[in-house]
């Protein structure tokens, strides 16, 4: 089921993804607000802005019954570059939608290829970059690498699979060890440290090789920053820690983790004993988030579907700003809208078509 966008909000969500992609890396110039990268995961040579960026959109409504995005998330991270392009054509294809196009922007898919060609091969043969990701073959995303490597060439390296010798990475081509020189990360922190994954490596470690994202922009533009941002499309947001009383009544609030992903750890109804259970040591890694009054604003033959938009970025070094080129869309009639939380009919993931 594809999600129809029009210009009007079309323009209201990039400009918004956009905005908010400059304010994150307006706010990494100040020293004031810390550093929120765990120590262990610090990689050295941070690029000055994200490469890849996220920001997720609820449709709520206002109270005059017009419909606004507000933010629910976002990510310095990639998300289904691939896979939603091909979403998106299979649906335009299968209903016959073809006035319509998947990219928020003038993109078409010549363009669109291209610019995945330039920021993630770069220079380089495609032998010598990779994808770079935990267990690869049993990832929900697989479908994704999949479409990456179709359309770029770039193939996939278990982060466990690969060998380091002096400061170079190394993975395995057509039998050979081939060095790395470029790298497009899609292994995630906690994921790695839920199983306790042993690497070849240190984050730390001044690697000669090239980011195709830089890693440290996961946290650096995450949950964290929100409280520091003052965007119409921001509910007002405070870090747990730094509050001087919990509100008497949590009603109005949702709890998150700040560096979790898909809705991991989120209490949408939290009460006292949710907060009195995290550890003051541990309360500057939670948000207390205003709650988004979403708007019922999808027709489905179960009934009427929340919806929530991510707008995807990209951010080549030598552009000014970041350029909006693929969205993803979830749609769900329960308090979250995660694939892994709407096993109901007409419910999860889909993609946006726009006029």
Excluded at 80 to 107: E, I, K, V
Excluded at 139 to 145: A, I, L
Aim: glycine share 6%; proline share 7%; charged share 25%.
């Amino acid at each position: 089921m594809p999600i129809f966008v029009n210009k009007t909000m079309r323009a209201e969500l990039c400009t918004s993804a956009i905005d908010i992609a400059k304010m994150c890396r307006d706010h990494q110039k100040s020293t004031m607000f810390g550093n929120p990268i765990p120590a262990a995961y610090n990689v050295p040579n941070e690029s000055e802005k994200p490469l890849f960026c996220v920001v997720d959109f609820a449709i709520a409504m206002n109270e005059d019954g017009s419909l606004t995005p507000k933010v629910v998330e976002l990510q310095g991270f990639p998300s289904l570059y691939g896979y939603q392009l091909r979403c998106a054509q299979s649906m335009m294809y299968t209903y016959d939608l073809h006035d319509f196009t998947p990219f928020p922007n003038a993109l078409d898919e010549i363009k669109y290829t291209a610019l995945l060609k330039s920021v993630l091969i770069g220079n380089h043969d495609p032998d010598e970059t990779c994808l770079l990701e935990f267990k690869p073959d049993e990832q929900k995303t697989r479908p994704d690498f999949t479409v990456i490597e179709q359309l770029t060439g770039m193939k996939t390296s278990d982060i466990q699979s690969i060998k380091k010798e002096g400061n170079a990475l190394f993975h395995k081509r057509n039998g050979k060890w081939v060095r790395i020189r470029r790298i497009f990360n899609r292994a995630i922190a906690d994921e790695l440290d839920d199983n306790s994954v042993k690497l070849p490596f240190n984050w730390n470690d001044d690697i000669d090789v090239e980011w195709a994202g830089h890693p440290n922009w996961y946290f650096k533009m995450s949950k964290y920053v929100l409280p520091y941002l003052s965007h119409d499309s921001i509910p007002r947001s405070f870090v747990l820690s730094e509050l001087k009383q919990i509100p008497d009544s949590l009603e109005p609030f949702v709890l998150k983790p700040l560096f979790s992903f898909a809705g991991k750890g989120v209490i949408i109804s939290p009460s006292h004993s949710d907060i009195e259970a995290i550890a003051f040591e541990h309360r500057s890694n939670y948000l207390l988030q205003e709650k988004i009054r979403y708007a019922e604003c999808i027709d489905t033959p179960h009934g009427s579907n929340k919806v929530e938009i991510r707008i995807m970025l990209i951010w080549p070094e030598d552009q000014i700003d970041p350029q909006p080129v693929m969205s993803l869309a979830r749609t769900g009639r329960g308090p979250m809208m995660g694939v892994r939380y709407n096993n109901i009919p007409w419910t999860g993931s889909s993609g946006c078509l726009f006029g």
